[in-house]
């Protein structure tokens, strides 16, 4: 059986190099830009044909990718996951687009159910996160303003930690948190005191 010579280590398979190492190979091999997109293009998509039905995220998707193609020597290649700066990117897509989400939102509120409605509990962001938007959640998403929308679906939808939400939105954790828990007063009030988000994010 052949062995390794002598202070030698044997050929050991590379693992999957982080986001920030594909972000900073493109700015010489712009094709190896790729990869990124083929990592989280599928959760970009996912997240934004939440916000805006699956009609337009095609659109809003390539935007994000197209952006962060061209600002991808603005990234902070000290930070190995880049799914917070997908994400922030996708936001500011998504803000050409205000209108046609409201109208959707407004739409989802006027629907009836069609099914038992299920109490809020602590384990409300999942389902917040589900397909369907319930429709009282869909109408006290309509009366958030923009911005704090886009800070709660960042936290129920995409799944990111508080500190990811600040890295997407460009504010300090500290801003996050303040926003949240006043996001959370009204939403609650909304939906006859229960809490629409988990305590558990850092």
């Known amino acids: 059986?052949?062995?390794a010579p002598s202070g030698t280590e044997p050929d050991v398979p590379p693992g999957p190099v982080s986001d920030a190492v594909v972000l900073?190979?493109?700015?010489?091999?712009?094709?190896?830009?790729?990869?990124l997109f083929d990592r989280h293009g599928d959760e970009i998509h996912r997240y934004v044909a939440r916000r805006l039905g699956s009609g337009m995220a095609e659109d809003v998707v390539a935007?994000?990718?197209l952006t962060a193609f061209r600002k991808r020597g603005q990234y902070d290649f000290a930070r190995p996951d880049a799914r917070p700066w997908?994400?922030?990117i996708a936001t500011y897509a998504l803000r050409e687009h205000r209108r046609a989400e409201v109208r959707r939102n407004r739409a989802l509120a006027r629907a009836a159910p069609d099914r038992p409605q299920e109490p809020f509990d602590e384990r409300s962001a999942a389902r917040v996160a589900a397909h369907r938007l319930r429709p009282e959640l869909a109408a006290a998403l309509t009366r958030l303003s923009a911005a704090d929308r886009d800070l709660l679906l960042l936290i129920a939808w995409a799944e990111l930690t508080y500190d990811e939400a600040a890295q997407a939105l460009g504010v300090p954790i500290g801003t996050i948190r303040s926003r949240l828990h006043r996001?959370?007063?009204?939403?609650?009030r909304a939906l006859g005191g229960?809490?629409?988000?988990?305590?558990?994010?850092?």
């Open 194 to 202: 229960v809490n629409p988000l988990e305590e558990n994010a850092t």
């Open 24 to 35: 900073q190979e493109s700015l010489q091999r712009p094709d190896s830009f790729a990869a």
């Open 1 to 3: 059986m052949l062995t």
């Open 86 to 88: 997908l994400y922030g």
């Open 63 to 65: 935007e994000t990718f």
């Open 183 to 188: 996001i959370r007063k009204k939403i609650r």
